[in-house]
């Protein structure tokens, strides 16, 4: 697998000591009564008054061994269950768009229930998108429940594992209960049916409720700090990525000392401020080399390690938004990332497009071959072959050809290889549009893993009485 390698030792140890330095002079700040007294009672200084925690280097460097280093992400299907580990390559949408441009009239409007349902069915067909998300909040939905009424949706239309955004610690409670209609308790702290991404409030503050609850059921937390550079970050960097390391390890820390063993993901992802206009970038290079650098991080900790994947600031399908997210993308790739998210998205994370979505998933599968590296096991070498053919010969006749071409090489779905007159002849349709078709194709054609009438009826029960507590 070919490797990139931003930070050298010297500097993820300087990074290290550089957070414990701060989490040990400085602290971090903590919203819940619970925490302290977790803190408290691990040895950590404690304020109750500020409610900051002051966290000793020693306690930080015995905790950060215990998270396992692979563990299992269920669905609701046990044929989409995948182990996360060294070494395996996994990606996922986005969460948390509020808009779209409609596939139908390119419309940019706020995102619907159908929206959601459409992208969850979608999702679930595609075999290089491994996990599924709450991607949409509908407008149906009340502003600060959008996450919940996405997740029921999500949980309908799709058997794959599926990453949450809670907005509020309630949310988070009904999304269990939803998952609880699904497999049992037991199941879920083996084999958890979602992930959840957990972002402290930049600069150091933990969503410490978030985070206990995680921590007590086993459910997967993608540590996300996710700061907003030259905002809630240092404009450097370097700054930047040691801010983030100190929020990522302080997480980290009170999940272990609340259930040793809990399962983490290292997300840590940033968002530069472009001071021209005041708006949050995605679309930024600077993103993939942070994201780059924080999956090495990540394995410095011995943790998996999710990456930024297809980013774009631009509004629409065009050539600004195939170069930004394809460069953002292959950076965190190429330095070893587990997960790579971001399909689909458009114009800094606040559109959804579902033809982005089928452009990405061809990207994935360019990303994978470029990962899967070049073979030099003797078949490959094809030195018999080489003196096979000879001297002017032609290796189009030659078996050889046939037998490797396909593993040797990408073969695209959508991506157009034709001569032009070929493609002319054929209505010369531009990407976005044969991608449309296949969404359209999709969605006749393919139907998910239904649930049962009592458990829809369950789910309904559920949203209906979370709803009645806004």
Known sequence: MPSLELLTRDHMELIHSSALDILESVGIRVTTEEALKIFAEAGAQV????KTVRVPSHLIEEIIRKPPKAFELGGRDDKNKIILERGKFYTRASTGFMYVLDFK???????????VSMAARVIDYLDRISINATHLF??????????VYSFKVVLENSSKHIVVSPLELKNLEAIWSMAKVIKSEDYLLKTPLFSVLNCPNSP??????????????????????????????????????????????????????????SPAIWGCKSTPLDMRYGTPLAGAVEIGLLSAANVQLAHYYGLPAEGFGPRTDSKTLDEQAGIERALITLLPALAGAEIISGAGCLEAVVTFSIEQLIIDDELYGMLERILNGIS???????????????????????????????????????????????????????????????VEKILNEHEPLQLSREEKEKLNAILKEFSKSL
Request: net charge positive; aromatic share 6%; with cysteine.
């Open 47 to 50: 304020n109750k008054n500020e």
């Open 138 to 147: 509908p407008v149906e939905a009340p502003l600060q429940a959008g996450d």
């Open 204 to 261: 150091l503050t933990l969503r410490d409720d978030i985070t206990i609850f995680c921590s007590k059921y086993r459910i997967p937390t993608i540590i996300n700090s996710a700061p907003v550079i030259g905002v809630s970050s240092p404009v450097t960097l370097a700054g930047t990525i040691i801010l983030q390391c100190a929020e990522a390890l302080a997480t980290l820390t009170l999940i272990q000392l609340v259930n040793p063993g």
């Open 376 to 438: 030099f096991n003797k078949d490959k070498l094809a030195i018999d072959i080489i003196k096979r053919v000879g001297i002017g010969g032609n290796y189009l006749k030659d078996l050889s050809t046939a037998k490797h071409y396909r593993s040797e090489f990408f073969i695209p779905s959508l991506f157009d290889k034709r001569d032009r007159k070929t493609w002319t002849s054929s209505s010369a349709k531009r990407v976005e549009e044969v991608a449309r078709e296949k």
């Open 105 to 115: 009239t390119g419309e940019w409007r706020r995102a619907t229930i159908s929206d």
